[in-house]
């Protein structure tokens, strides 16, 4: 039945496109209201397991209110309540963010994204900087320490603490209400998610990567329109939809 999952899912190149700037992102319209349904037929047990901020995330979904782990799990929203990262508490990282802005100034689409408990560094804009742009993500994390370490993702690196990882909240909503003793499944799209993966997987639950690369998900769909259509599917006919390469 599907009373008995628990649904976690990217943000990023799973549920919404890839963009070339990251505050372009933008939401389906009725992706909230698809979400909403599938939430109730799974008794709450749906969560949003991003990179991104939750308060970036809950004004991209307003006025509904989803489960959340942001940053990589350094804050999380479970059955809600909340638990926020605190920036002040990362001094080293903030004048490691001043640094960054300084260091790519005058290289034209090499963007710093300021998440407050991270920062990421993106190239999207100009593939040409890659190099320079991992040599100077490289540069920071080891002037950093040991607290430290870089998520690599899609034209993106970013540095965060060495605590944070998809996997590891996983975990954490699956020891809690209504996630415990539900079988987990994990959508997503990129290296970020792979750890995500490998935690569901050893669940003995469903990992669904979203595009191509190489991968340890169990299935795979083309596209972000791919998985809303089953999304759709699931909440309106109350079929799990992941049996295959579609739905």
Not at 65 to 71: E, K, N, P, Q, Y
Not at 115 to 127: D, N, T
Request: hydrophobic share 40%; aromatic share 6%; with cysteine.
């Amino acid at each position: 039945m599907n009373e008995n999952y628990a649904l976690f899912l990217d943000f990023d190149g799973t549920l919404v496109d890839i963009v070339e700037r990251p505050d372009a992102v933008a939401v389906e319209p009725e992706l909230p209201r698809i979400l909403t349904r599938l939430k109730e037929r799974l008794g709450g047990a749906l969560a949003i397991i991003s990179g991104r901020p939750v308060a970036f995330l809950d004004g991209r979904f307003a006025p509904h209110r989803f489960d959340m782990a942001g940053l990589h799990g350094l804050e999380h929203r479970i059955a809600g309540r909340l638990s926020m990262c605190d920036p002040e508490e990362h001094p080293a990282l903030r004048e490691t963010v001043a640094r960054l802005n300084r260091i790519v100034a005058d290289k034209d689409g090499v963007l710093i994204e300021d998440k407050g408990c991270s920062v990421a560094i993106h190239w999207r804009l100009a593939p040409h900087e890659k190099d320079f742009a991992l040599a100077t993500a490289r540069a920071a994390v080891e002037a950093l320490g040991d607290n430290y370490r870089i998520q690599y993702g899609k034209a993106v690196a970013e540095i965060l603490p060495s605590a944070a990882g998809k996997g590891k909240v996983i975990e954490r909503f699956l020891e809690e209400s209504p996630y415990r003793g539900r079988h987990p499944i994990f959508v997503g799209d990129d290296l970020t998610d792979e750890n995500g993966f490998k935690t569901v997987n050893a669940h003995g639950g469903l990992s669904v990567r979203i595009g191509p690369g190489e991968t340890v998900a169990k299935v795979r769909l083309g596209t972000p329109a791919d998985l809303r259509h089953c999304l759709s599917t699931w909440a309106l006919e109350g079929s799990l939809p992941f049996r295959g390469d579609d739905c």
